[in-house]
């Protein structure tokens, strides 16, 4: 297509910034013979990159007319133009935006004052170099995001230039210090065959020398040589003898080389590039045959503009461009090329604060007070600002900004963080490799570690799997939800028993009192309220008094429990014997027989605790195998026979309470307290016999909770199934509280 003569993207404002980019990458090549008006350019390869330079372009200007601190009340519009990346062409939009008369080779005469503030662009040195020179005598500032030509830092024949892309001055000293840390004495070079690239090789050539670097040849090569130039470039590569060549060229010229490079088998080389190729995307996808791996240079540093990439990546403005969107979806979207967008994004809000100072902006800013392009040139050489990401902007005297770099890696895979381990892909060399997480309990807290090291113990990894942290300990505590429950319903269950305690001490005297035993049910009232005390020591963390006071305690306090009520069954079974014409029974199982056998019941039990404590006892344990992150602090049993002989001991008398009450159950009297006896041991047994999987199978401090569940709900079995019936006419049935009535036929309930 040929060069249009109206912009391609514009937007009307109060001020105008101009836009001048290489939209395409290449011209076709005419014969020119000078004898007749040469025929117009015929531009070529569309150049994605251009785009997304103007849209990051568009981005600013509509940022700053949205923004209300920054130039409130004045609106920025552009227009930006396609030079074709041809010099001429380049020259001409600059004239057209200067001018401001669009068709700008036409025969009228320049009257208007010019109607762009600022230019923007170009990419390449050369173009930037011939439009700076001839807008350079209007004053009209050119801002380069890409233009790295040394020489165009000489205020002298470029006066109204300025960038934000540092000059290769620096560039190419930092590449032969490169080149010699490497100890590479001996390279070759290709340059770029305009002003980028001559004036870069020299001022490497120039360090390189200084630094004891040979060169053994420099080739000049540009996109629009002949097939003839670009072969002997070849063979002068293929005869020599160094294996290192610098190239001081720009992707789209690697681009043009790499298929006749691979033809001639020119691989192997190390190559060393600039930030005009080394991280180009597009050219490493074009690599296919990795003609070019292992490249090493500089690179531009990364950075971000929020909010920019979505904007480039919204694709309506362009269709005003005459653009086919179906060819950019791999190129556009790349958005490895920010630095460069970021460059041009800096390069506008330059021109919107010194804009804003020369109009004395506050609240809203004075439009009458147009600069004049000199004063505003001078204006802008001296603006200083910090961009939304923190980014200082400035110009040097040279107009060139602060020189930053980076080296950019080459690596088949990306090191491994700390928290991961190496792990060598099938089939690939050692230096391809997937970072694999450290499993739990396993941390690497250094970078590419190949294996993962196991935590202590009493250690666990963190979330990033980099540090060992201390597990956390877990037992039944006071002050957990759990704990405050069962300690509220074992002090309940003890008041409530100390409370019938001395509701039938005050009736002592009664009937229903002394019926079956009074002595054995006080005795037996004190031995529940110490069942539910003794709950209370399978609360908080377990130490080594706790673990044996609290499985001995239970065991003894139950069986004196048990044995109270078997005592109290035995009577019953005795008194009806004793009633029976000729029968004396009850000298045989009067009060000293009913206390030595509470006595001598107890006794065993205390007999198998104190073996229990003397063999094996229970001790504070660590447990670290039920859970993987935490430790569970609780009482080991030392012997489990000891544990399980305690239990089996209570549940022999258990049993044995049951079968005895059972059989009394049905006996005549109304005194008979077998049934209720019957069934606090049918309770009693159930709770015990359930417990048994379920303290099995509980985890951590569950197992704790079930085994006070347990005493709970066994104590509270007794303590109503024996004890309400009585307290009920006590206290709501007084008239009943009679011999007659305990000794009658009819029900007292």
């Known amino acids: 297509m040929e060069p249009s003569v109206y912009p391609q993207l514009s937007m009307d404002g109060d001020i105008i910034i101009g836009g001048i980019f290489p939209f395409h990458s290449s011209w076709e090549i005419k014969d020119l013979s000078y004898l007749v008006t040469p025929p117009p350019l015929n531009c070529m390869s569309f150049d994605f990159r251009a785009i997304q330079f103007s849209q990051s372009l568009m981005f600013a200007i509509e940022e700053i007319n949205n923004s209300s601190s920054l130039l409130p009340g004045v609106s920025l519009g552009y227009k930006i133009y396609d030079t074709c990346s041809s010099t001429a062409v380049g020259v001409q939009v600059a004239m057209a935006l200067v001018n401001g008369n669009e068709k700008s080779f036409s025969n009228e005469v320049c009257k208007k004052p010019a109607q762009v503030q600022a230019i923007i662009g170009e990419t390449y040195s050369s173009v930037s170099m011939a439009v700076a020179m001839s807008i350079g005598p209007f004053s009209i500032p050119l801002i380069s995001h890409c233009a790295t030509c040394e020489c165009l830092s000489d205020k002298r024949k470029y006066p109204s230039f300025l960038r934000t892309i540092p000059s290769d001055y620096h560039q190419s ?33 120039e360090v390189a020398e200084q630094l004891g670097i040979c060169l053994e040849y420099s080739l000049p090569f540009f996109r629009t040589y002949s097939q003839r130039k670009v072969l002997r470039i070849i063979e002068q590569i293929k005869s020599s003898t160094s294996r290192v060549i610098v190239g001081f ?40 045959h990795n003609t070019l791996q292992g490249a090493i240079g500089l690179a531009m540093p990364k950075t971000e503009v929020t909010g920019l990439k979505d904007f480039i990546l919204n694709l309506i403005p362009l269709k005003s461009a ?29 021109i919107a604060h010194a804009l804003h100072d020369h109009l004395d902006c506050k609240d809203t800013c004075h439009k009458n007070m147009q600069p004049d392009p000199l004063t505003f040139l001078e204006q802008l050489k001296m603006v200083r600002f910090k961009t939304k990401e923190g980014e200082e902007v400035y110009f040097d005297k040279n107009g060139d900004p602060a020189a930053r770099y980076e080296v950019p890696t080459s690596v088949c895979s990306e090191n491994c963080p700390p928290g991961t381990r190496k792990a060598v892909q099938k089939g690939k060399p050692v230096c391809c490799f997937d970072c694999i997480p450290c499993a739990e309990g396993e941390i690497s807290n250094m970078t590419d570690s190949i294996k993962c090291e196991q935590c202590y113990e009493d250690s666990w990894s963190n979330l990033q799997r980099d540090e060992c942290i201390k597990k956390d300990t877990e037992y039944l505590s006071y002050v957990e939800t759990m704990g405050i429950l069962l300690t509220a319903v074992s002090i309940i269950g003890a008041f409530m028993t100390l409370a019938i305690l001395v509701l039938f001490y005050r009736y002592k005297n009664t009937p229903i009192v002394k019926a079956n035993n009074s002595e054995l049910s006080f005795l037996l009232l004190f031995s529940l309220t110490l069942c539910f005390l003794c709950s209370l020591t399978f609360i908080g963390q377990p130490s080594e008094w706790s673990c044996m006071l609290r499985h001995t305690a239970f065991g003894i306090t139950f069986v004196l429990c048990i044995s109270c009520v078997l005592g109290k069954t035995i009577v019953v079974l005795m008194a009806f014997r004793a009633a029976l014409p000729g029968s004396n029974v009850m000298k045989w199982f009067g009060p000293v027989q009913q206390r030595l056998s509470v006595i001598t019941f107890t006794l065993i039990q205390v007999i198998i605790c104190m073996l229990w404590l003397t063999t094996s006892p229970p001790f504070p344990f660590k447990n670290l195998k039920c859970y993987k992150e935490k430790i569970i602090l609780e009482c080991h049993l030392g012997s489990s026979i000891g544990f399980w002989a305690v239990l089996g001991y209570i549940g022999v008398l258990a049993l044995l309470c049951f079968v005895l009450a059972f059989l009394a159950r049905k006996l005549p009297d109304n005194f008979n307290e077998a049934k209720f006896i019957t069934f606090s041991m049918l309770i009693f047994c159930a709770v015990w016999i359930t417990f048994i999987p379920a303290y099995v199978s509980s985890p951590g401090k569950f197992t704790v909770a079930v085994e006070i569940f347990a005493i709970l709900a066994s104590s509270f079995a007794l303590l109503f199934c024996i004890f309400l019936p009585k307290c009920y006419i006590i206290i709501l049935k007084p008239e009943k509280n009679n011999k007659k009535q305990l000794m009658g036929k009819m029900p007292i309930m």
Not at 337 to 347: C, E, I, Q, T, W
């Open 173 to 205: 000293r930092a590449i032969a210090e490169m080149v010699r840390h490497f100890g590479w004495t001996w390279v070759g070079a290709i340059r770029r065959d305009d002003d980028y690239g001559n004036s870069g090789m020299a001022a490497f050539t």
């Open 249 to 288: 060229v720009d992707a789209w010229d690697l681009e043009m080389l790499l298929d006749t490079l691979f033809e001639h088998n020119i691989t192997g080389y190390q190559w060393v590039g600039t930030e005009a190729w080394i991280f180009d995307p597009v050219l490493a996808t074009m690599d296919k």
């Open 322 to 350: 005459g653009s086919k969107l179906s060819e950019m979806d791999n190129t556009f979207t790349d958005m490895s090329l920010m630095p460069y967008f970021s460059n041009v994004y800096k390069g506008v809000y330059a």
